[in-house]
């Protein structure tokens, strides 16, 4: 068994598959939300800008939060992987 079949099945392919989908339906959603909302916009340009910008902090954040969330199980596949495959020196 290769490195690659490992942590295909450590990280569960079909649960990352519909991860994947789920996160595209989403970001494709965010993108059409956010385009018909800048059209359809009842607010002044100042405020629209003002939403934008906070809109983005909060994305910015949550972002941050999941790339942080994604390091740690990264690391921890990282160390199941270590701790099967050890080096040619052990």
Known sequence: MGLLDYVSKV???????QVADILWATTVGL??????????????????????????????????TSLSHAKGTLEEVASKVANEFPTEGE
Do not use: C
């Open 11 to 17: 990280v569960h392919p079909k649960r990352s598959t």
């Open 31 to 64: 993108a059409a939300g956010f385009l018909a909302g800048i059209l359809f916009a009842p607010e002044t340009g100042k405020d629209t800008r003002t939403a934008i910008a906070k809109t983005g902090r909060l994305v910015s954040n949550k972002v941050k």
